[in-house]
């Protein structure tokens, strides 16, 4: 008799299940409203779906989520930095925002569009599930 249950016969069973228990899993939204979908998605969907709130939530604001969750962007906001200045510091804050999930590896193909007191961006999220790509998203408005 082994220590291990007898339906575990090797690593690789051992590695599947572990693969399985990883698989992220978030609720799905609506990107367009914000509203639930009333389904569970997996995978590269709901690291979809976990950029998009890490974008949505202001870092430090609500004690339910950790002090490494959401973002920074309103310091940014009127304080008369130049628009260069803008760009550089919203990338770096997108990179600190989506970088603490271990399901992403970079950022990339990043641009930033400032019309009057807008401020939106897009980029690609390269991902162990593939590239995720988000394009004009509001950031400050």
């Known amino acids: ?38 389904r569970i998605v997996e995978g590269k969907e709901a690291i979809k779906v976990w950029i998009w709130f890490a974008l949505q939530i202001p870092r430090y604001r609500y004690y339910i989520y950790s002090w490494d969750y959401g973002n920074e962007f309103e310091e940014l906001i009127g304080q008369g930095y130049t628009e260069e200045f803008i760009e550089a510091e919203t990338q770096r804050m997108v990179e600190d925002c989506l970088l603490v ?8 193909d990043f641009s930033v569009c400032m019309e009057s007191a807008c401020l939106m961006v897009s980029f690609t999220a390269n991902t162990i599930y593939g590239a995720i790509r988000f394009e004009n998203e509001k950031i400050v408005a």
């Open 1 to 38: 008799m082994g220590l291990f249950p007898a339906y575990i016969e090797d690593d690789s069973t051992l590695l599947k299940l572990q693969e399985k228990r990883m698989l992220p899993k978030e609720y799905g939204i609506d990107f367009e409203t914000g509203q639930l979908t009333g």
């Open 101 to 108: 999930n271990d399901s992403i590896q970079d950022i990339t």
